[in-house]
């Protein structure tokens, strides 16, 4: 199960060439624009691998394959092919005033618009974010890199700490060193090896099923409910594939699916799309480097095109993953469960079905009984490892742990997991009836209501189950995927270093500190900025790996985002359109924005709030409280212009000197990724798959 020779040197070697190509291309930056800007000079094939670079990381390699072995499988696409749309019209309807304004970051451009107000709102708004994103970011590949090393049983598994230490000083090195062009020439070669290492994995993981005599399934997307079936010698992988997972190929969920309803797909979803790739500093500074806006419009494209091919490479092996190993991703749920179960016991004393035993004896564990839970409390680290048995009704947690465990006066207990109830079938019945006893309780006393959650599967070790299980051994394969999965982690961490450090020098230091400092001063605060701000990063994401945020941080993550998204492309979007807009409604669209969602947000946390279907619909789902707070900041810049005009339209004056013009193959390639995306979701709907 563990690395070869080979692999390791794969590894090696794929990391010592990021790291020095990165070196290599960093000599010569002595303006800001060098530095931050690779001045100006990116071609558009570094453009385009750099986008794809940048944005993909453990979440998709993880999450996105983690999501797809859900009941949700396919529709999860949507947010990679929606992408390759919102990249077309930024390419022909931002991307143009951005490079004619001349802008290092995306806030400059609200002053260059509407005043420095709104500029130095969205300047630390974004400073904020960045900082809890560079945490997570860390984090996440910390803990995948952790994951990866206990699963292949390797001699040496990194801990949280360790891991984050050294991807935030792999990032550090080559941005530090040489800014955006570092960034763009290992973003060559990272965005090329996760293309292709997800490419490894989902031939090997068609050719696992190929051989395989039985196969795990979700019968109906609605219920989750799982079944097995058994195959016949003539059938090939792809027809395995097709049987299998007819229901999950589907794109559009029902309306009341709480992960991505095919409402969410109207408009709540397109928000973050177009923010993420118009208006992320992290994500646009790549193409405000643009050599020109030909070059930028091509890059913009060729990525757009890359982002149809993401869901082959790792929505596809996800929902296979699950066919394979669902007993494995059964078992991996119980460490997760834990803790759950362990507060349940004690707020529901009456309960005949969770036990608490201490280093249970192997005959009390034969002995459960059916549909019961036990939760195994052990005296350490040393005997939970030791005592730890394949039943995932027996759920081990040291002593330590449980005695830490605070239980909350009004807890529910609830899943996300739509196959819970077919493993925990007979604690089901019992859970409702006390989760509705609780609510009562909780109403009549005015109390809030605590969720505690947990799961039937462990489906975010689909990619691990892979890796450990599918791919070759001993053949530079495993090194290669793992070496691709590192890198994914690690240009998704230097683009945001390279941004925040963009931001502060920019748009706080030069604008409100220094501004006469001369250029190399400028280049020298950006590398101290990249210094500091992997140390956060370093610094927060062990922080992160606490129980007590681990299991809601990307929640915490996409809800933040909500405070800033909406406010900030409304503002964008509503500047570009309404030339007679005054400068107060920058500020005051993301002020808008801030109240709105936040109010949303506490509206939506109310107790018993969720009873009432047409209020949970509207606020429950963070994705339709960004539409809504979109919405509502365009009528109040709406209602500003129309009681306060401007006496002139605003012109967007030209302050670069690089070749304004536009590109018009790039415009017909980005005509064919649109329609092809398209053809892509008729293919995945009911229409396609009744064929």
């Not at 004690?346 to 059916?370: F, G, W």
Request: glycine content about 8%.
């Amino acid at each position: 199960m563990g690395l070869g020779a080979l692999d390791i040197i794969v590894f090696v070697v794929f990391v010592a060439a990021v790291i020095t190509v990165g070196l290599m291309k960093s000599r010569k930056e002595k303006t800001a624009e060098d530095f931050f800007l690779a001045g100006r000079g990116l071609s558009w094939w570094l453009i385009g691998f750099s986008l794809i670079a940048a944005n993909i990381s453990s979440e998709q390699f993880v999450g996105m394959s983690g999501n797809a072995a859900s009941h949700v499988g396919m529709a999860i696409a949507s947010y990679e092919w929606m992408a390759a749309i919102t990249l077309v019209v930024v390419a022909f309807a931002f991307l143009p005033y951005f490079l004619r304004a001349g802008i290092y970051t995306i806030p400059e451009f609200l002053e260059y618009r509407y005043n420095p107000s709104a500029r130095f709102i969205m300047a630390v708004m974004m400073l904020l974010i960045y900082m809890l994103l560079l945490g997570a970011v860390t984090y996440s590949g910390a803990l995948t890199v952790n994951t990866m090393a206990e699963e292949m049983n390797m001699p040496f598994i990194p801990s949280l700490a360790q891991a984050s230490l050294v991807i935030g000083l792999i990032a550090m090195v080559y941005v530090a060193a040489g800014g955006l062009k570092a960034c763009a020439w290992a973003d060559l070669i990272q965005g090329s090896a996760l293309i292709i290492g997800g490419a490894i994995v989902m031939i090997c993981a068609f050719k696992m099923l190929g051989g395989a005599t039985e196969a795990h399934y979700i019968e109906d997307v609605r219920t989750g409910a799982v079944g097995v079936k058994a195959f016949t010698q003539d059938q090939g992988a792809m027809e395995r594939f097709v049987s299998l997972n007819r229901v999950r190929l589907n794109m559009f969920l029902p309306k009341q699916d709480s992960v991505l309803p095919w409402t969410a797909l109207l408009l709540g979803l397109w928000i973050p799309n177009f923010y993420y790739w118009g208006l992320n500093q992290y994500i646009t500074q790549r193409t405000l480097g643009s050599a020109s806006l030909a070059q930028g419009q091509k890059g913009i494209v060729f990525a757009a095109f890359m982002k149809l091919l993401i869901p082959f490479v790792i929505v596809i092996p996800g929902i296979i993953a699950f066919n394979l190993y669902a007993p494995q991703m059964k078992l991996k749920a119980v460490d997760d469960n834990a803790a759950v179960f362990a507060r349940y016991r004690p707020a529901n004393p009456d309960t005949k079905l969770v036990l608490v035993a201490e280093s249970p004896t192997s005959e009390a564990i034969a002995n459960l009984a059916d549909g019961a839970l036990m939760v195994a409390v052990y005296p350490d680290k040393a005997a939970l490892k030791a005592g730890k048995v394949k039943n995932e009704f027996v759920l081990p947690i040291t002593k330590d742990d449980y005695d830490k465990l605070e239980t909350k006066e009004f807890s529910v207990f609830k899943s996300d997991d739509k196959s819970w109830k077919e493993v925990f079938s007979v604690f089901a019945v019992e859970l409702d009836a006390y989760n509705e006893k609780t609510v009562a309780a909780a109403k009549a006393a005015g109390a809030k209501i605590h969720t505690e959650k947990f799961i039937g599967y462990k489906y975010d070790s689909a990619l691990a189950q892979l890796l450990a299980n599918a791919l070759p051994r001993k053949v530079g394969l495993v090194g290669f995927v793992l070496a691709a999965l590192l890198g994914a982690i690690v240009s998704s961490l230097a683009a945001m270093l390279n941004a925040a450090s963009t931001i502060f020098t920019m748009d706080i230091y030069k604008k409100y500190i220094k501004p006469d400092a001369s250029q190399g001063r400028f280049v020298f605060l950006g590398r101290v900025c990249v210094v500091v701000f992997s140390g956060i990063a370093i610094f927060l994401a062990p922080v992160l790996g606490n129980p007590k945020y681990s299991h809601s941080i990307f929640t915490i993550i996409q809800e933040s985002q909500g405070c800033l998204s909406p406010g900030i492309l409304s503002v964008f979007v509503f500047g570009l359109l309404v030339r007679r807009g005054p400068g107060v409604c920058g500020a005051v669209g993301l002020i808008t924005n801030i109240i709105v969602y936040g109010g949303l947000k506490i509206v939506s946390t109310m107790s018993g709030l969720m009873e009432n279907d047409l209020m949970s619909t509207l606020v429950g789902n963070f994705l339709n409280r960004m539409a809504i707070s979109f919405v509502a900041c365009l009528i109040v810049m709406t209602i500003i212009t129309m009681v306060k005009p401007l006496p002139e339209p605003v012109v967007f004056r030209q302050n670069t000197t690089i070749d304004l013009t536009g590109s018009r193959n790039a415009r017909l390639a980005g005509i064919a990724v649109v329609v092809l995306t398209l053809l892509l979701y008729v293919v995945f709907s009911p229409i396609g798959l009744a064929r």
